[in-house]
């Protein structure tokens, strides 16, 4: 069964500080794996996309790294802002012509001033 | 290039009723796919259509149903409402399956009561 773990499931930070989301999958034959930012009670917004032959992409302050191997993705978020406090997503696709995602549960983020 | 656009943003309904959700698909986009999310949770995927053909349904009860017009937008149907059926229902749209990722709406707030 194709899964997506996501920890922590929460994290509170200070506001300037660094932290790392992790996500683990299951999910066979691997396609991409993206990271999502959601907004309390709006859609997610794409943060980063990786096939398989990447193993870090950035937007910004935020650094995404995938190990096809072990089958573990991190997302990395350098010097954060109240801004950042928002839901994480992980989704990794499949491959093939009936292609359904599947999504963690996200990591919550709350930064404090 | 428009994003992807849904409409009600907001939705009240009586449990038994029956609701349709509509989504705009992002220009040149051809594939629509449907989730729902229930507070704190991740994003559960109901359905996706490519070329107005249903090509994956996740674990949702066939009361949910869809449609894919020749313009690529999209409507969900639910019928016999339940109040479980509260959550934010998501849009997102995609070109050519999950090459590229998908580009998600802001979602339909639907509140069962």
């Known amino acids: 069964k194709n899964q997506v773990e996501q920890s922590p499931q929460s994290l509170i930070i200070l506001e300037g500080k660094n932290c790392t989301l992790q996500c683990n999958y299951t999910v066979s034959p691997f396609s991409n794996l993206r990271w999502y930012k959601q907004d309390t009670g709006r859609g997610p917004v794409s943060l980063t996309i990786?096939?398989?032959?990447?193993n870090t992409k950035s937007n910004g302050r935020y650094t995404a790294t995938l190990d096809a191997d072990t089958k573990q993705s991190s997302l990395h978020i350098t010097a954060s802002q109240l801004s950042d406090s928002a839901s994480y997503i992980c989704?990794?696709?499949?491959?093939?012509?009936?292609?359904?995602?599947?999504f963690g549960r996200g990591t919550s983020l709350i930064v404090h001033p | 290039e428009t994003g992807v656009t849904q409409s009600p943003t907001h939705l009240i309904k009586t449990r038994g009723q029956q609701v349709t959700l509509r989504c705009s698909s992002q220009?040149?986009?051809?594939?629509v796919s449907w989730y729902q999310q229930a507070l704190g949770q991740g994003p559960q995927f109901i359905f996706q259509?490519?070329?107005?053909?249903?090509?994956g349904r996740g674990n949702f009860p066939p009361r949910f149903s869809g449609l894919q017009f020749p313009n690529y937008s999209s409507e969900l149907n639910v019928n016999a409402l339940e109040l479980d059926d509260s959550a934010l229902y998501l849009c997102a749209s995609s070109l050519a399956g999950d090459r590229n990722g998908y580009t998600f709406g802001s979602g339909t707030r639907l509140t069962v009561v």
């Open positions: 989704v990794v696709g499949g491959s093939g012509g009936s292609y359904i995602p599947t």
């Open positions: 220009s040149g986009h051809n594939t």
């Open positions: 990786m096939t398989f032959s990447e």
């Open positions: 259509y490519y070329r107005e053909e249903e090509n």
